[in-house]
Nanobody, 126 residues
Framework: QVQLVESGGGLVQAGGSLRLSCAAS????????MGWFRQAPGKEREFVAA????????RYADSVKGRFTISRDNAKSTVYLQMDSLKPEDTAVYYC???????????????????WGQGTQVTVSS
């Protein structure tokens, strides 16, 4: 089992920045690929960013490319999502997810992740 706890959400004005953190426990963190997803009110959960166990491969949704950066610190068992130039349409609950398969693939599909955090709310005001 893997436990994931997100933090860092909040209210920010458009153009501002936030950094989300997701702390993992229960398995060696370096064995886990990690992803961030988000769900806006009335919409389905969507992929945001992913990073493989080594950090060597990262993928982003087109909607956040150039504005968001995913990173990880294996010594701290934590994955981060730095969000810059935030827009009102980035408002959502953000979830981190863990994939223990260690295939070296940064996955973008929700069902390919086995473990999920409880989510953290990000609200961007215009």
């Amino acid at each position: 089992q893997v436990q994931l706890v997100e933090s860092g959400g909040g209210l920010v004005q458009a153009g501002g920045s936030l950094r989300l953190s997701c702390a993992a426990s229960g398995r060696p963190f370096s064995n886990l690929a990690m992803g961030w997803f988000r769900q806006a009110p009335g919409k389905e959960r969507e992929f945001v960013a992913a990073i493989i166990w080594s950090g060597g491969i990262r993928r982003y949704a087109d909607s956040v490319k150039g504005r968001f950066t995913i990173s990880r610190d294996n010594a701290k068992s934590t994955v981060y999502l730095q969000m810059d130039s935030l827009k009102p349409e980035d408002t959502a609950v953000y979830y981190c997810a863990a994939d223990p398969s260690r295939l070296g693939v940064a996955k973008t599909i929700e069902y390919e992740y086995d473990y999920w955090g409880q989510g953290t709310q990000v609200t961007v005001s215009s």
